[in-house]
């Protein structure tokens, strides 16, 4: 079974761009998250999307944008890019929503390294 | 301050030793996971604990998580190269709504000397 595939792996963009990035979950998984990685603030959650909803947002800016597909995948977008969002971009899979309890798990993409200069 | 705190923040052992990394929850946890990175790459699932005193082992590590003290410890047994990199444990918080989403440590960043 494949995993979690994010695309692209690697951007360079400047100030004041746009960019979008992109995550496949695995096949069958409904909800979809993104996180943010830096050194100074870790792990962040930025939002959720579970069958083309968003279900939960982190506390970033209304700069960071996501959405979901009907086949599952997801987007996120960062408009007018600054300097602090260069960071590894992590997309997470899950099968069903937590509601529904903690019997499958969730599962990470490789990120996508996004670097503002 | 952070809601999941990770002990020690970096290790370093010399291959063949036993090591222990610590996760302290200050809310109620409704299920702790542990991942490892390697460095810039993605989380590599480890192990999902959800019941207090509930005990899991995948080769040589070993997690354990104590419901009480809202605490959950790593445990490594003869730690070999392979095993370096970042542990991180995260976790969903009771009350924080029926999403996915998960509260990250901060990690512990582990080397292993031949």
């Known amino acids: 079974k494949a995993g979690v595939t994010q695309t692209p792996r690697y951007l360079i963009k400047t100030r004041g761009q746009q960019v979008t990035l992109s995550c496949s979950p695995i096949?069958?998984?409904?909800?979809v998250s993104w996180y943010q990685q830096t050194p100074g603030q870790g792990l962040q959650f930025l939002f959720e999307?579970?069958?083309?909803?968003?279900?939960n947002k982190g506390n970033f800016p209304g700069r960071f944008s996501g959405r979901q597909f009907s086949n599952s995948r997801s987007e996120m977008n960062v408009s007018t890019l600054e300097l602090g969002d260069s960071a590894l971009y992590l997309c997470?899979?899950?099968?069903?929503?937590?509601?529904?309890?903690?019997?499958?798990?969730?599962?990470f993409g490789p990120g996508t390294r996004l670097t503002v200069l | 301050s952070q809601e999941l705190e990770q002990s020690p923040q970096s290790l370093i052992v010399q291959e063949g030793k036993n090591l222990t990394i610590n996760c302290t929850s200050s809310?109620?946890?409704?299920?702790l996971y542990w991942y490892k990175q390697k460095y810039g790459e993605g989380l590599i699932f480890l192990m999902m604990?959800?019941?207090?005193?509930e005990e899991k082992s995948h080769e040589k590590i070993t997690a354990k998580l104590d419901e009480k003290k809202q605490q959950s410890s790593l445990h490594i047994t003869a730690s070999q190269p392979s095993h370096a990199g970042i542990y991180l444990c995260?976790?969903?918080?009771?009350?924080?709504?029926?999403?996915?989403?998960?509260?990250f440590g901060t990690g512990t960043l582990l080397a292993v000397q031949p």
């Open positions: 999307y579970f069958s083309e909803t968003q279900r």
């Open positions: 604990l959800q019941k207090g005193g």
């Open positions: 995260g976790a969903h918080l009771r009350g924080g709504g029926a999403t996915n989403k998960l509260i």
């Open positions: 997470a899979s899950r099968k069903l929503a937590l509601s529904r309890g903690l019997t499958d798990t969730q599962y």
């Open positions: 809310k109620t946890l409704y299920g």
């Open positions: 096949s069958g998984h409904r909800s």
